[in-house]
């Protein structure tokens, strides 16, 4: 038997889902947002996290499909646990008590430089000096959140923040072009 025709038998063989859940299905495809959040905190017993229209319609499909016709089976609830045992999970670990997982990135310390960290450029004949300090950069008196709203504030002109007071080099513009031609 071929694998096509192996499904086609598990499917025949699989019993059909009740004639009214296909309709309450087709009912949830038609239904507006507002409906499908209430319905989705009625089926699921909280309310969505993101209101998208199909998100919440296949959610809610899904839920009632498990309830009326049931879950996974306890076998293949076993091999998910074994297969989520083998995984290198940070809450796998010996001695992880919760909390927020970051991978270790050499580059994480340049994201939020530490408070009093000082940047300064020169720009068109005019020095400008930038404080870091907790929940942004100082300049001229004045918190800004980013590098680039310092920049902008200087020059009147959008900056990457990081580029105009070279903390990263301009991308070569030639990289990946093929050689320009003589003509």
Known sequence: ????????????????PPTDLVAEIDALRRASVPELAARYESVLGRPPRIRHRQFLWKRIAWKLQEQRCGGLSSVAKARLEELIAQLDLPWNRPGFSGGAIHKSDPERAHKSPAPGTVYERTWHGEHFRVVAVDGGFEFRGAVYKSLSAVANAATGTHWNGKLFFGLVE??????????????
């Open 170 to 183: 301009r991308p070569s513009r030639a990289r990946g072009r093929a050689p320009r031609r003589a003509s």
């Open 1 to 16: 038997m071929t694998a096509s025709k192996a499904l086609q038998a598990a499917l025949a063989a699989a019993p059909a």
